[in-house]
């Protein structure tokens, strides 16, 4: 295959098609020595002189006859591969995607996601896995086609990345609790009994840590690994829940809510993909729905 030049497929459907290596070189744009010379090379590779003289013009030997579908679809099907990537019909594509997140992010923005992607491309379903750790084999594998994260220094730098939004933590507790009816100070907040949450399996975090630069420390009376348990929690009981603001909007209705005593960091949650889908259109288009629904744009 090496010393098989492809370009004479071209060249040869244009002679079958054309008649003529007047008429192909004008198709292709060629001198007609360019045709010519291009003519020899096509009946040295194939064995077969193709076109023959039958007086002033050229006929087609069967051979050729043979081979001018089949050259045809061979120069369409190279030339529709070749051609750039058209906008696709929604209406039309049946696909599952398989989108990574922690639970919290499923119970927020999920209905959302599948409300808006369910008007434009009814035929598109998607499948939540559950995000249990950091690593990305299952992006770089093809077995998850995206996934959320709080972007840091420890994302790989071969993925695809764009923010989503930027996010904060908040104080939580059930509605008529004691800290809900005053302006909670630093040393309220300390003296409560709180409910940890925990996703990497450690037992303090930023907020212990910024409590530990101000000589004081708070009382995690039990830890749990997601925002959901830790309101549920707060809800039923007196415990303070300290979770992310938008990514708990719908988990803390009917509760109140106010904001951290103690300066911790935001921090920024983004969505990953693997660089082989970054040009796939659909793919494209699914995230420009997540986005959409993240930024909470109207007529979501």
């Not at 119970?107 to 008007?119: M, Q, S």
């Not at 093809?142 to 904060?168: C, H, K, M, N, Y």
């Not at 800290?179 to 037992?203: M, Q, T």
């Not at 082989?276 to 494209?284: G, N, Q, S, T």
Request: charge should be positive; charged fraction near 25%; glycine fraction near 8%.
């Amino acid at each position: 295959m090496s010393a098989i030049d492809l370009n004479l497929l071209v060249t040869l459907d244009a002679l079958l098609s054309e008649g003529s290596v007047a008429g192909a070189a004008r198709r292709l744009r060629l001198s007609a020595s360019a045709m010519s010379r291009a003519l020899a090379r096509l009946r040295q590779a194939t064995g077969d002189p193709l076109l023959v003289r039958a007086g002033r013009g050229l006929v087609p030997t069967p051979r050729a006859m043979e081979l001018r579908e089949q050259v045809s679809q061979l120069v369409q099907d190279a030339q529709a591969a070749l051609r750039p990537v058209r906008a696709p019909d929604l209406q039309r594509i049946n696909r599952t995607f398989t989108l990574r997140t922690r639970q919290g992010f499923v119970e927020n923005f999920a209905v959302d996601l599948i409300n808006h992607i369910g008007e434009q491309a009814p035929g598109v379903r998607l499948r939540f896995v559950e995000k249990t750790d950091r690593d990305s084999t299952a992006l770089r594998e093809g077995s998850v086609d995206l996934e959320t994260a709080v972007v840091d220094e420890d994302t790989r730098p071969e993925l695809r990345t764009q923010a989503l939004f930027v996010d904060r933590i908040v104080g939580v507790v059930r509605a008529g609790h004691p800290l809900s009816r005053i302006e909670v100070g630093i040393d309220d907040y300390a003296a409560g009994r709180h409910v940890g949450v925990s996703l990497r399996g450690l037992e303090q975090g930023p907020i212990d840590e910024a409590l530990r630069t101000l000589d004081l420390s708070r009382e995690i009376v039990t830890c749990v690994p997601g925002f959901s348990t830790a309101l549920g929690l707060a809800r039923s009981s007196d415990l303070i829940a300290s979770v992310p603001e938008r990514y708990t909007t719908r988990l803390r209705l009917g509760m109140h809510s106010f904001p951290l005593p103690v300066v911790v960091p935001e921090f920024t949650v983004a969505m990953l993909w693997h660089p082989r889908m970054d040009a796939d259109p659909v793919h494209r288009w699914l995230r420009g729905c997540l986005r959409k629904v993240c930024a909470g744009e109207k007529g979501i």
